[in-house]
């Protein structure tokens, strides 16, 4: 089992530095966040990104996903989105990662019109990420945060570069048991994310549903073992130990926190080696 941390933990970090946690830890590689603000992203000149790739390279840690923000099912005009998803398959090529992370972002659509959207721009740059060689994941999020509902628009776009990225918690807050996310998910999942500190202790939003129970399913009971999906994509609490959570834009990176990344290696590699 190959382990990753996302740069959404250190917002701003230099890929040098960020290369140096990898190392430094033991991970296998890192998901790098995309942001317009971040070191790396859509704009970054051709010169720039085969450095980045270069050095990654040389230190033997793969780029595992360029994490973008296109919305898939935003209302709107399909052109821009299509064009963002485009360019962050660019640059997934550019750097050798096999991934872009894109989110739903229905927003206040009814369920039928915004999986009709998603499908459709994820089936045009589809085509795109093919020629590529690069796969396109839906993150289980926001409008479509439960493996269901990403499977729905999976079902409709019927693609092999369009997958699912399960976030785990994600799932769990959208009041869906693990065993059915894992299930859902498992034929077309190519990642998933974990947090390395305890999900809000808050329940799902529905009152008829209670925070799921770990069961067995494929070799470890989740959420804390998550069975045999081929990599683990650790969203680490890098910044002052804290829970990671995603930063609003502009927030201007903390010093990464060294012991927060050996607890998040520490207990990401017990969890997984109880489930094998």
Request: charged residues 25%.
């Amino acid at each position: 089992m190959k382990l990753a941390f996302s740069t959404l933990g250190v917002p701003g970090l230099p890929p040098a530095d960020v290369l140096g946690l990898a190392t430094a830890h033991g991970y296998h590689g890192v998901e790098l966040r995309a942001h317009p603000e971040e070191p790396v992203h859509p704009g970054l000149p051709a010169a720039d990104r085969a450095d980045v790739a270069a050095r990654f390279r040389s230190a033997g840690v793969e780029i595992l996903c360029v994490a973008g923000y296109a919305r898939v099912a935003a209302p709107g005009e399909d052109q821009p989105v299509v064009d963002e998803i485009r360019s962050l398959v660019d640059l997934a090529r550019d750097l050798g990662a096999p991934y872009v992370r894109v989110f739903p972002g229905g927003g206040d659509q009814s369920p039928g019109a915004a999986d009709a959207i998603a499908a459709r721009r994820l089936g045009t740059a589809a085509e795109h990420a093919t020629d590529a060689g690069v796969r396109i994941l839906l993150e289980t999020h926001d409008s479509h945060r439960t493996g269901a509902d990403a499977m729905r628009v999976l079902g409709l776009v019927g693609h092999r570069r369009v997958g699912a990225l399960w976030d785990v918690m994600h799932t769990w807050l959208g009041g869906e048991q693990p065993g059915d996310s894992f299930a859902a998910l498992s034929p077309t999942s190519a990642t998933s994310r974990s947090r390395t500190s305890p999900p809000p202790r808050t329940p799902p939003r529905s009152p008829r549903r209670r925070r799921p129970a770990a069961r067995r399913v494929r070799g470890g009971p989740v959420p804390q073992r998550l069975g045999r999906l081929a990599v683990l994509g650790v969203r680490e609490a890098l910044v002052r130990g804290r829970r990671p959570a995603a930063r609003p834009a502009g927030r201007g990176a903390g010093a990464p926190h060294p012991a927060a990344q050996r607890v998040g290696l520490t207990r990401s590699s017990r969890l997984l080696n109880e489930s094998a």
